[in-house]
């Protein structure tokens, strides 16, 4: 039984950061008590693929020599930091000691695989959407750290986002429009709603939603982003479920949150029917998460247990 903890597949972790993700997102809606259950059931998981890098480090030095699953493992800091600021409020103290390593471990691995994957071995197969899990991964501090009273290291990563987004999309672009997109990566060009979206909520919470012509720049991004991806569900869903289904989560997840960050911004401004038009669109953003979200999670309990499909 321990050693299943070692068959743990990367992937999960993005969509277990997905599901804590939609916990805070319920939780807003007034759902505290399901929110929390959320929380201790990721947290319990997490520490379970925690042991899995301790004790499994031939596994996990393995998988981080790959740059799909080394982005990936973005993910784990990244879910810290969400779970770190849940319990800071609950009035936890090591709730921001918890976020606070997770944002310095994940800043270290940020510059190694900048280093590694994006400098040393730098190639067209190893240039996909998956980077941004990494690189723009790191402004979940921001979505999660208003109440750490960290603003001088928030502001620069906010910038860095916005900055490393903005040169990385049309490099992105041309890489999924001029090479061949094989099955396990296929899923992951959904990942590229992930960091408009941090980008939206990090502008929002850092600088208050200004100014406002970056906020209309992104806004358009990620609505022509979304349209791509509901666009491409169908061909999503072609394939029989493999781990690689976990790129759908966590980019809808973080769509539904800056939907709703847009709206309150925008009707700030005044902006009151595309602020209108917003609050409704984030329930759409919020169905959608769910129903992917769900579906990926059942699928992998699925594949813990051994479940096979009817042939």
Not at 91 to 113: T, Y
Not at 257 to 263: E, I, L, Q, S
Not at 268 to 281: D, K, S, T
């Amino acid at each position: 039984m321990f050693k299943r903890i070692a068959k743990i597949p990367v992937p999960a972790v993005p969509t277990t950061l997905s599901v804590l993700t939609l916990a805070n997102v319920y939780g807003g809606l007034g759902f505290g008590e399901f929110r929390k259950v959320i929380m201790v059931i990721g947290t319990a998981f997490l520490l379970v693929y925690l042991l899995k890098i301790i004790c499994f480090s031939d596994v996990f030095i393995k998988e981080y020599k790959d740059m799909r699953n080394a982005s990936l493992y973005a993910a784990f800091t990244m879910c810290w930091m969400i779970l770190g600021s849940f319990y800071y409020e609950m009035g936890l103290g090591f709730g921001k000691v918890i976020w606070l390593i997770a944002v310095i471990v994940h800043l270290a691995h940020l510059a190694l695989f900048i280093y590694r994957f994006m400098i040393r071995n730098r190639s067209w197969d190893n240039t996909l959407p998956c980077w941004f899990v990494t690189v723009n991964g790191i402004m979940v501090s921001c979505v999660t750290g208003g109440a750490m009273n960290m603003k001088g290291l928030l502001i620069p990563i906010t910038i860095w986002g916005i900055g490393i987004y903005l040169v990385c999309l049309p490099i992105m672009i041309y890489r999924l429009t001029h090479f061949p997109i094989t099955k396990p990566i296929d899923h992951r060009r959904a990942i590229l709603l992930a960091p408009v979206s941090l980008c939206i909520v990090s502008i929002v919470n850092v600088f208050g939603g200004k100014p406002v012509w970056l906020m209309v720049l992104m806004l358009i991004l990620y609505l022509a982003t979304i349209a791509f991806i509901v666009f491409k569900l169908p061909h999503f869903f072609h394939y029989k479920f493999f781990p690689g289904f976990a790129g759908l989560t966590f980019p809808t997840a973080i769509g539904a949150v800056a939907a709703g960050k847009a709206a309150a911004s925008f009707t700030e401004l005044g902006w009151g029917r595309l602020g209108a038009f917003l609050v409704q669109f984030q329930g759409f953003m919020i169905f959608l998460a769910t129903m992917l979200a769900g579906y990926v999670v059942l699928k992998f309990i699925a594949m813990a247990f051994k479940v096979q499909d009817e042939a």
